[in-house]
């Protein structure tokens, strides 16, 4: 894990894998052995120990941990990939490891940073949470495990650099592609000696800090709960504040959740009591220090979390994939009408549906390729002369669905691909907004804007429209510029509503 203030082959170890002759489901997640994670935390140890003492970006105990993970992996039947880059003059690795199977327009993605600091062999920041996720890819194969959704592992290189290696992959992901990914778990620090359980907060329950993640992010913090709940620990939420990878992957609309014991924080009295351990000592002592060795692992706090991480994979991934009810693409005319009510005041940039043309004002402000297909909802699809020519003016502009027949039970989720883009003289008088018209209106999502520059991205969202189950509703789509003469664009993609 980074200081938040930063810019933000050796021997392979052999551990059996049994491959049954049919693919089957694991009837329950599985208890991750302790003594297997642990094995590579000492082959991590190896690795620094015979490179200078560390495993950190550049130097030659990071590509041999990149190695060893690739080559556990391969020989378990993942595709993987050593992805490279670089950054400060030097090249580093993300080791990407996908499994066979599952819907490739719903992937889990599970990941932790491998690299260590230049002062010690990071053992357990972030040696932990990769042996942690590795074990359970092993565990995988093992079991030959047939998710519904697609798996794909991550190992990320120069996390403590500033998350470069897990920020490389999201910025040369296709648009199509990030929008596949339905859920990131990210896993750093998961044996601090003097462990507290932290979930990261995915609604913003705890009420203070960076706010939520994306719409789904709750969905993966209720899973990690459930299970430690299952085991009778208490865990306590912890903010999306930007120190590890899940950063990416929220900057772009990807739910994300995962698990923390702790860094250079204190831990208090009430923790202590919560917990265990030493209250007015650090949750990690030897937090970026020579001193972080396989010494420095808590093996309880290890345990639970490598179990927690299987937990989530096995009940993520299997889960029935939900029933489509009703989706649009918007690659046909489907009956959508704008201005539905008479009342938008944009002169310019009204909804329409469309090619849509790329346009630049200080990076990209409306996007030129859709999710999927070629056309998407757009806020004036035209590029014009200049970015500012088509974008929002004046006000609203709208534009409503045709009917959409509800079933009557089960759990109903309306999700679609969104992005608003804006330059800095935008507000948060400008906005985003999306409403299911039925027996009553209620806004599900919004999107404010702000007085800084934002680039347009593809993000996913979700929300749960079980209350209007039974009913013939419209889902009204809005954005506004309202902030004077401010550089406003949107998108929409997508659309669909699934019963679970």
């Known amino acids: 894990m980074r200081i938040l203030r930063s810019i933000a082959m050796s021997a392979i170890l052999t551990i059996p894998l049994t491959l ?32 200078g003492g560390n495993r950190a970006h550049g130097r030659p105990g990071y590509l041999a ?58 053992i357990n920041d972030n040696g932990s949470g990769s042996a942690a996720i590795l074990e359970t890819a092993l565990e995988v194969a093992r079991q030959n495990l047939t998710p519904n959704k697609h798996l794909r592992f991550a190992w990320w290189g120069a996390e403590e650099l500033g998350l470069r290696g897990s920020q490389y992959y999201v910025n040369n992901l296709p648009a199509a592609e990030r929008a596949r990914i339905k859920g990131y778990l990210n896993f750093d620090m998961v044996g601090s000696p003097n462990a507290g359980y932290f979930v990261y907060d995915g609604d913003n329950s705890d009420g203070t800090g960076s706010g939520p993640g994306p719409a789904g992010s709750a ?97 993520i991934a299997t889960a029935t994939p939900p029933t489509v009810v009703w989706q649009d693409t918007f690659e046909t005319a489907t009956g959508w009408t704008a201005n539905p009510n008479g009342t938008d005041t944009a002169t310019t940039g009204q909804w329409e549906r469309g090619d849509p043309a790329a346009t630049t004002s200080s990076g990209a402000k409306q996007l030129g390729t859709t999710v ?101 509703v419209r889902i009204l789509v809005e954005a506004a510029d309202a902030s004077g003469a401010s550089l406003v664009e949107a998108g929409v993609d997508d659309v669909r509503v699934t019963r679970q």
């Open 20 to 51: 049954t002759s049919a693919a089957v489901s694991a009837a329950a997640p599985p208890d991750i052995p302790l003594a297997n994670v642990k094995a590579h935390l000492t082959q991590f140890q190896s690795i620094a120990t015979a490179n």
């Open 65 to 122: 941990s990149a190695n060893y993970v690739k080559g556990l992996l391969d020989g378990a039947g993942f595709t993987t990939t050593l992805q490279s880059f670089t950054y400060n003059g030097a090249t580093g690795y993300n080791v990407i490891a996908d499994w066979p199977g599952g819907d490739p327009n719903d992937v889990l993605m599970v990941g932790a940073h491998l690299d260590s600091v230049s002062a010690g062999p990071g």
């Open 219 to 315: 969905q993966l913090e209720k899973t990690l709960q459930d299970y430690f709940t299952s085991i009778g620990v208490p865990t306590r939420g912890t903010d999306f504040d930007g120190r590890s990878d899940y950063g990416p992957f929220i900057a772009v609309g990807i739910p994300a959740g995962g698990t923390f014991t702790g860094a250079e924080g204190i831990k208090s009295s009430s923790q202590a009591s919560l917990w265990g351990g030493t209250a007015g000592q650090a949750f990690d002592p030897c937090y970026h220090r020579s001193c972080d060795t396989s010494a420095n692992i808590n093996d309880t706090a290890l345990d639970r979390n490598a179990d927690a991480i299987a937990y989530a994979v096995w009940t």
């Open 372 to 472: 999927s297909g070629v056309n998407d909802l757009v806020t004036g699809r035209l590029a014009g002369a200049s970015a500012g020519e088509h974008d929002i003016d004046g006000g609203v502009t709208s534009i409503q669905s045709p009917p959409v027949t509800l079933p009557s039970s089960g759990t109903l989720k309306l999700g679609f691909s969104w992005y608003l883009a804006h330059g800095s003289n935008a507000s948060s008088a400008d906005f985003l907004r999306v409403k299911v018209v039925g027996s009553t209106t209620t806004q599900v999502f919004q999107q404010l804007g702000a007085a800084t520059d934002r680039d347009g991205a593809w993000g996913a969202a979700e929300v749960d429209v079980s209350s209007f189950a039974g009913q013939s």
